[in-house]
C-alpha cells in the first residue's frame, strides 16, 4: 500500500539556519510527490512538485527513488517560512494524494 | 483567481444532529475532495468525486456520506454527527494536477 511518513512533527529550527524537512514513501509505481504548506491563518496551498524541479521561496526539493525520499530543504530559514508542511503522494490517474501526517516548522529569530 | 468557498469557518452541533457542510469552487474543475485534518494524522480523505453524481470512498467514509448535483459543488453529509467527528473539514478541486483547497470548516460536536 502507497505510504507517506513524516518523521518529525515539530522542527524548529533559529533564523538564518538550514532546515530539512524529511518525507519518505513507498510506491510500486512510478512516484509523483508534492510539498503543500499551510500557513497561520491561511488556506493549505501548493509549495513545489518534484516534476517541475523549481524552487519556490528559497525551498527545494529533490526526488530520490533509491532512497524513496523526498526531502525539503532550504538553507536559510526565515521567521515567514514557520507553517504546516506535508508531504503528498499521487496514487491514481484521478489526481487522489497521500497526505504525510505533517511537519509544524517554528523559526525562531 | 483561483476560488474555493466552504458554507462555514465554524460550526458547532449536537451529538445526533445531521450536519451539511458545502464546498463550492469556480475553476471548472471535474475533481472534488472531502478531507479531515487532525493534529498527528495530517489530512485524510474522505471521499471524492471525480464528476457530477459520481462519487469514491476515501480512506475513512464511514459516517459521512457526499453529494454532487453540479459541477461546482460537493457537499459532505454528517447523518448524525458524532463527537468524534469533531475536527477541520478541507475541500479541494483539481484539474489534472495541482489540488487548491478551501479555508477550511472547523466543526465541532458536543
Known amino acids: 500500500a502507497q505510504r507517506v511518513t513524516q518523521p518529525e512533527k515539530l522542527l524548529s529550527v533559529f533564523k538564518g539556519a538550514p532546515v530539512e524537512l524529511k518525507c519518505n514513501y513507498s510506491?510500486?509505481?512510478?512516484?509523483?510527490l508534492f510539498w503543500y504548506v499551510q500557513y497561520s491563518r491561511q488556506r493549505l496551498q501548493l509549495l513545489l512538485r518534484?516534476?517541475s524541479r523549481e524552487s519556490i521561496k528559497g525551498f527545494t526539493a529533490d526526488l530520490n527513488k533509491g532512497e524513496t525520499s523526498f526531502h525539503l530543504k532550504k538553507p536559510f530559514a526565515q521567521e515567514e517560512d514557520s507553517a504546516m508542511y506535508y508531504c503528498a503522494l499521487r496514487i491514481d490517474s484521478w489526481g487522489k494524494l497521500q497526505f504525510g501526517a505533517g511537519t509544524q516548522v517554528v523559526v525562531t529569530p | 483567481d483561483v476560488k474555493v468557498t466552504q458554507s462555514s469557518r465554524y460550526l458547532v452541533k449536537r451529538t445526533g444532529e445531521k450536519v451539511f457542510l458545502e464546498c463550492v469552487q469556480d475553476?471548472?474543475?471535474?475533481?472534488m475532495f472531502w478531507y479531515r485534518q487532525d493534529p498527528g494524522l495530517g489530512l485524510r480523505l474522505i471521499y471524492f468525486s471525480y464528476d457530477v453524481k459520481m462519487k469514491e470512498k476515501g480512506d475513512i467514509p464511514e459516517g459521512y456520506s457526499v453529494s454532487r448535483e453540479k459541477k461546482e459543488r460537493f457537499s459532505l453529509i454528517l447523518e448524525s454527527a458524532s463527537t468524534n467527528q469533531t475536527s477541520m473539514y478541507l475541500c479541494a478541486s483539481s484539474g489534472q494536477d495541482e489540488q487548491f483547497f478551501g479555508p477550511g470548516t472547523r466543526l465541532t460536536v458536543l
Open positions: 475553476m471548472d474543475h471535474e475533481n
Open positions: 518534484h516534476i
Open positions: 510506491y510500486s509505481g512510478s512516484p509523483e
